[in-house]
């Protein structure tokens, strides 16, 4: 396999050479101690203040509004662990008794989201509320006010910006905008704790514009994997303390202005600099080329279809212009339109696509592997049937794939299928008997 | 600057080239995600278990018994944050109620303890005893009784095995044992909640023989960038869960057997897995190295002394044979015998010595980094006296340094101490009256 049949970059993008090189370089020239005097202490925290801008200019915020963490769950379960002692300690100072702290989050949340509040929730530390999809598959951000009039002490609302599985771009603006004006005409004079807005932007980075400026949050999770950079993360966080409260998750010698200590991982603070930089610079060519490859997609899995009275394929998301799901990735389902003239439907339904995929050398997702065991919430949201469930696919491609790779993904495909319903060597008997032409 | 000038290994080794390459291997190949069937994915799973093994294999313990951290402060923080969560559930299960946990942490920890702890008894979360430093260096391990038997409800005792700014190596040993026993008698039969040993080994590995087994802990940290390895952490838990109570600091996709969730920073771990195997192989040659460094600098340090009736090099530390200190590391002060013979005594105690040899192109530490502002714990403990104090330094070696590289250090110090001391433009005129050698 190599990377012309790869087709899973929504689970993983590769590190570009160049990328590979500024951490190769770093890991030689920058191992000092970054609070050292010797010129491997003083380059490393140079790296690091470069790291800080670059992901700033990306985001379009100010350095001081960045704490690198070791990856996108560490940011987010950072945020959700500092609004809960923002409260307690709202609690403290304001001497307001009583209830837990209210959390409103999304249904279709990263695990490191759901997880942590779910245990947070369990320990009776919290209360939850799920914000739900609609059947277009973004969340019902608008929702979020029938959350805030029920309960009276809600501290944050944390609504991914792209998701995972389907590429669907939430209205993360609308619901900053909401929040802000519900903040002005209800939480201000003393009259309660501001809530706070999180967006977990792991997926949407490289595939979308994101100006923190523009989108009114108060943080922002990254991840460096996703957007072909090493693995660490970067949490961004509008005035850290000057206005937006925030609490450490690590505590130690005081790196990153005190908000996460820890030594700094700067060879890979190094590579997600230059990952910025390109993915800044980038952007425009990177979402064109994204955007050519799906749509000859979207069209050629129709035309190729070699059974069109058998089958139809139904992409799950909105893919009628304007930028309602980043143009990388496309989720798909075979539709069954008639079984009776599947002979191996029962083994159709039982297949791993995915792993039969990969038997042919082919590597796409089967689904987000975020959910192992349990149904995707999103695609359920969506109206996907059950049978659709098990025979879909998350079909994405990433700056090295090519027309030629889409392509021959198709045939790949339909091939695959092909063989699976219609398997001559055990219909070969039954086939000659009902006269399919297979 | 090259590194034959550097003398602060004790803050951070070199990456050595094989591990660098290493690293830049696995960025190359091993980018997928784990959970993935893409060769980048697979490659990227046997390169954790490959790490994994490396880990234990030095450590002498399973690889199920280690999780990896983005670094030895988060390895710190999950235990303190884990075993508070451990008390809270064991009050709710047993019905045990009233006070709060209370924690027993040596006053020499390094901040990511020092600090977390306290943050947490400033929450009033906990209760902390602080195990004092004898005059020798050593933490009072054995006084821990004193607090087992003040306190009924002690739930972790933490002592670092060897310190960052002495190298001086604490019997972790001595008092696991003791806590063993403690246990049997006082905790068997639900009579209470177990209490369990931490040592933080970030400055231990590789500088001298850790096994798990041996000192009989339930918890131990280590860092990669102490022990010429990458930035990246690991943690050992005696048989977690099975044995040893464990809850997540990160919660998510249930990355590290549920204990750490983020995505693996698989290169890093690639680069640990070499260093490690080769900590393990050259610990005998890498012993022999310093411990002759080190002696040598011991010997010309004080045959060097160019005014033996007015200085004297006080070495912080026991120096008598033995394992009691870590060979690579020696924590000097310079001792005024006559400040009358000093005409520039006032200028030499308000010099930063470090800085003035940084300015001179040599890198040494000053003093752990860890402490700013404050006074170091440890050496006010060893007598070190104030003015002692300010002229401090903690010299350490590398597998790079040769004896040359310490000759031409002690001859660069002496010629420093020298030129403040005796500076010649500035005496001269009261030189030439006092009739002074210089």
């Known amino acids: 396999m190599d990377s012309s049949c790869y087709f899973d970059f929504q689970a993983a993008t590769p590190v570009p050479t160049d990328v590979v090189n500024a951490i190769y370089l770093s890991l030689k020239e920058d191992w000092g101690d970054t609070s050292s005097k010797s010129k491997y202490g003083v380059k490393a925290k140079e790296t690091i203040d470069r790291g800080r801008k670059s992901v700033s200019k990306l985001l379009n915020c100010t350095p001081e509004d960045i704490v690198f963490t070791s990856c996108a769950s560490e940011g987010n379960n950072t945020v959700f662990n500092s609004v809960l002692k923002y409260w307690n300690n709202y609690t403290k100072t304001t001497g307001v008794k009583g209830e837990n702290p209210h ?108 100006d923190v400026q523009s989108i009114g949050v108060d943080f922002l999770t990254i991840s460096g994997k996703k957007m072909y950079g090493p693995s660490i993360g970067a949490l961004y966080i509008k005035s850290p303390i000057k206005i937006t409260p925030i609490y450490p998750l690590i505590y130690g010698a005081g790196q990153e202005a005190g908000l996460r200590s ?57 893919f009628t212009g304007g ?81 030629g790779d889409v392509e021959r993904f198709v045939d790949a495909y339909w091939d695959m299928i092909n063989d699976i319903c219609f398997n001559t060597k055990q219909i070969s008997y039954i086939g000659r008997i009902f006269g399919w032409n297979v």
Not at 105 to 129: A, D, F, G, Q, R
Not at 130 to 138: A, E, I, K, M
Not at 147 to 168: D, F, Q, R
Not at 273 to 283: E, V
């Open 103 to 210: 959390f409103v989050i999304s249904e279709i949340e990263h695990p490191s989201v759901i997880e942590t509040v779910l245990k947070m929730e369990n320990e009776k530390l919290i209360t939850v509320s799920f914000l739900s999809v609609q059947q277009s598959g973004v969340v019902d951000v608008l929702s979020v006010e029938d959350h805030l009039n029920m309960y009276k002490n809600t501290v944050i609302v944390s609504v991914m910006l792209a998701n995972n599985e389907t590429g669907m771009i939430n209205d993360v603006k609308s619901l900053a905008t909401l929040i802000k004006r519900f903040n002005l005409n209800n939480r201000t004079n003393k009259k309660g704790c501001p809530i706070l807005v999180h967006t977990d932007a792991a997926q949407a980075i490289g595939k979308m514009h994101v």
């Open 262 to 318: 820890g030594a700094e991982n700067v060879p890979m603070i190094a590579g997600l600099s230059l990952a910025c930089d390109m993915a800044m610079q980038g952007i425009y060519r990177d979402l064109d080329h994204y955007d050519t490859l799906t749509k000859h997609f979207l069209h050629i899995m129709e035309t190729k279809n070699p059974h069109k009275d058998v089958f139809e394929i139904q992409f799950n998301g909105e």
């Open 323 to 403: 930028q309602k799901v980043t143009p990388n990735v496309v989720n798909f389902s075979l539709k069954l339109l008639d079984k009776m003239q599947i002979p191996m439907v029962d083994e159709l339904l039982a297949t791993d696509l995915a792993q039969k995929l990969s038997e042919r050398g082919i590597c796409i997702g089967k689904r987000s592997a975020c959910y192992p065991g349990r149904p995707s919430p999103i695609l359920s949201a969506m109206g996907v049937t059950r049978d659709c469930l098990k025979l879909t696919l998350r079909f994405s491609v990433g700056r090295e794939t090519c027309i």
